[in-house]
């Protein structure tokens, strides 16, 4: 999935408009000029984590999580800018670690990893899941 496919997907399940959406999301704060250079490229999982969480911030109005429960991912702070975005997407249940040791844990964000359309497809699904207000769902699947 390219990020405007990804991008596009959100918009139609959110029931926004696509049309204008680049620079509408930048204005807003939840998309980057370089979602529309880069429009084309494949989506990597720290992108669908970043979009997803200033999705939730700056248009469903949801307040971070103490993103210490995050710690256990393995490569969490492999990209440190990235780190916030891939905890509260984690803590929410709206993304998922990989566990990459057969006996054991070691849990794996996969920041450069890509996921097929169909994931990204049920990422958007639990996004749009989450609630504001007293009712946000702290943990929608990860302890």
């Known amino acids: 999935m390219t990020t405007e496919s990804f991008i596009k997907e959100l918009c139609r399940k959110a029931g926004i408009p ?3 959406v680049f620079e509408r999301g930048r204005k807003e704060g939840w998309l980057e ?3 529309e250079v880069f429009k084309d ?5 720290k992108n669908a984590a970043r979009i997803c969480h200033m999705y939730l911030l700056k ?3 949801v307040k971070d999580l103490d993103m210490s429960g995050a ?3 393995k490569d969490l702070y492999d990209c440190r800018v990235c780190a916030d975005h891939i905890a ?3 803590l929410r249940g709206i993304m998922d670690a990989k566990n990459i040791k057969r006996d054991g844990e070691f849990l794996w964000f996969d920041l450069n990893g890509e ?3 169909t994931y990204n497809s049920k990422v958007i699904d639990r996004l749009l899941l989450v609630h504001v207000g007293d009712h946000v769902h702290q943990d929608m699947g990860n302890p």
């Open 59 to 61: 248009v469903m109005k």
């Open 115 to 117: 996921d097929d359309d």
């Open 88 to 90: 509260q997407v984690y």
């Open 18 to 20: 696509f049309d204008g």
């Open 41 to 45: 490229s494949p989506l990597t999982r």
């Open 71 to 73: 710690a256990k991912l």
């Open 33 to 35: 000029a370089g979602d």
